[in-house]
């Protein structure tokens, strides 16, 4: 558990269970390992997971905390991004046989990213660069974008991916701090102070004047949305070239922008008679999740069943 106590919490893990329908000796494609949360439970069942994550942090701590599984073979490990997923599993497929019974995707970041120190994911880390990337092999770091980019499409990017409504004078401030001092940019404190000075005088709420801001950054460096569009087609195929029986696709999302993307998705698929919703509304947290785990809030699952 880190320092805060804020270790990252698997959501919605009755709903991922019942959706998802783990069966025994069964695969599972768990898109979005994190801390292995979903993994765990998936695992328990008796079901055999292959986990993909781009970050090189979450393997590290899989690697030593499914020890036993990875060994057993219960649980197979690939760094790799998950848009990237089909060409994975047709190489796994050379050497076992395999057919995915389901997938899962919840997407975003964990919370052992957004409180860690030293990756410019947190406002409190004024020092740190401001990075920002999940995978460390992108090329592009947050501070890089806020150098390169011009005022309107800083603007437009702030506000479509934050939804944050004062997105125009926020950038109009980034680009006049670029324009003195760009290699100010890099640190975490000096986009806050930016955001502070517009914001600040007008904060209320429990929630910090940098979330939005910081949001939009990082779905821009980690091309999450991208990311979403060109997958789901994706797994969609691979459970359909499957010969298990009752498949599952299951999407976890945390805001507007992903929420969109799958249930468009979702519904085009339930049109073309391909796959059938499991619940015609999204799943969200109830009254006792939410005493546990606030962050689960904004949490909204899908389920296809094919
Ligand atoms: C919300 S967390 C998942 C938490 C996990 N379900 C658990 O219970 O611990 C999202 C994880 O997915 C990873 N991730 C996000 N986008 C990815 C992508 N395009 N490819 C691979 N991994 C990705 C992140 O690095 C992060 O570890």
Do not use: W
């Amino acid at each position: 558990m880190n320092k805060n106590n804020q270790e990252h919490q698997a959501i919605l893990i009755k709903e991922v269970l019942e959706t998802l329908n783990p069966q025994k000796d069964a695969y599972y494609i768990d898109a979005t390992f994190g801390r292995g949360g979903h993994s765990r439970e998936i695992l328990k069942k008796g079901a055999k997971v292959i986990a993909f994550d781009f970050d090189q942090q979450s393997i590290e701590n899989a690697k030593k905390l499914f020890s036993k599984e990875i060994d057993s073979k219960q649980l197979i490990l690939i760094r790799e991004n998950f848009s990237k997923m089909d060409a994975s599993i047709s190489n796994l497929k050379k050497s076992l046989n395999l057919e995915i019974s389901g997938i899962l995707f919840d997407f975003g970041t964990s919370t052992d990213q957004l409180m860690s120190k030293d990756r410019g994911f947190s406002f409190e880390a004024r020092e740190e660069i401001l990075d920002m990337r999940m995978d460390d092999r992108l090329g592009v770091k947050a501070c890089d974008l806020l150098k390169l980019i011009d005022e309107k499409q800083l603007a437009n990017m702030i506000f479509e991916y934050g939804g944050e409504t004062d997105a125009r004078a926020i950038a109009k401030k980034i680009v006049a701090v670029r324009r003195r001092d760009p290699n100010s940019l890099d640190k975490v404190g000096t986009l806050v102070d930016i955001i502070d000075s517009v914001k600040g005088f007008r904060a209320k709420g429990k929630i910090n004047v940098a979330t939005k801001t910081f949001q939009a950054l990082r779905i821009i460096v980690n091309d999450e949305l991208s990311n979403i569009e060109e997958v789901l087609p994706k797994a969609l195929k691979i459970l359909q070239e499957s010969k298990a029986i009752d498949k599952r696709l299951v999407c976890i999302a945390f805001h507007e922008g992903e929420d969109r993307l799958v249930k468009t998705f979702f519904k085009k698929i339930e049109a073309e008679n391909i796959g059938k919703l499991i619940n015609k509304k999204a799943l969200q947290a109830s009254e006792e999740e939410l005493k546990i785990n606030p962050r689960s809030r904004s949490a909204k699952l899908r389920a296809l069943a094919l």
